[in-house]
């Protein structure tokens, strides 16, 4: 049972450039949350979204943005990328228990 | 509003000793605690929950934790560390009514030597 995947890995990105990054949930799972983890902190909710609806936002910029399709797969946009946005993106599958589990991240490096 | 504090940076233990990293929490409603592990480059793994009943919760590797009300605690603990145990812990709530958002704590670093 394949668990949380994410695309890219890692990638390198100049300021002011788009990116978009991916993920796919536990098989059967309907809710993805992303978040952003900056290097010496811990992870910051970003989105969640359930059956394809956004359900929670977190306090980040309109630069981002997610979609999630019907398989599930979800998707998390960020335009006009700043340094600061250099970090480790989590996706997470959240099960009906309440609990998450994550993938191993994309690593976005903004240069 | 949710938080988590997680008041040590980094803790140093023997192998063979005991370790405990400390986690304290703000939260409306009943809390619903979580201890996650990172190694390096790598994501979250999840270690073991409290949602409700005994205080003691036991969970993966031998880690255990135990939650206090009334101190507003949730601190990890092992009963004899290993050096494979080196890694940076996240200490993690959500609120009883908000399903969709957990907080994180800033992270404890753990540093097991031989």
């Known amino acids: 049972d394949a668990g949380v995947t994410q695309s890219p890995t890692h990638l390198i990105k100049t300021r002011g450039q788009h990116v978009t990054l991916r993920c796919s949930p536990i098989s059967g799972h309907k809710s993805v949350s992303w978040y952003q983890q900056v290097l010496g902190q811990g992870p910051q909710f970003i989105f969640q979204y359930y059956e394809k609806e956004e359900r929670g936002r977190g306090n980040f910029p309109d630069r981002f943005s997610a979609r999630q399709f019907p398989n599930y797969s979800s998707e998390l946009n960020v335009n006009a990328l700043l340094l600061g946005d250099s970090a480790l993106y989590l996706c997470?599958?959240?099960?009906?228990?309440?609990?998450?589990?994550f993938g191993s991240g994309t690593r976005l490096t903004v240069v | 509003a949710q938080s988590v504090a997680q008041p040590e940076d980094q803790v140093n233990v023997a192998e063979g000793n005991p370790l405990t990293v400390k986690c304290t929490y703000s939260v409306s409603g009943n809390p619903y605690l979580f201890w996650y592990v990172q190694y390096p480059n790598r994501g979250l793994q999840f270690l073991l929950k409290?949602?409700?009943?005994?205080?003691l919760v036991k969970g993966s590797y031998g880690f255990e934790a135990e939650f206090n009300k009334s101190q507003t605690s949730f601190h990890l603990k092992k009963p004899s560390a290993l050096v494979s145990d080196s890694a940076l812990y996240f200490c993690a709530v959500r609120a009883e009514y908000n399903f969709n958002k957990f907080y994180f704590g800033s992270g404890t670093k753990l540093n097991v030597k031989p």
């Open positions: 997470a599958s959240n099960d009906r228990a309440g609990g998450y589990t």
């Open positions: 409290y949602i409700t009943g005994d205080n």
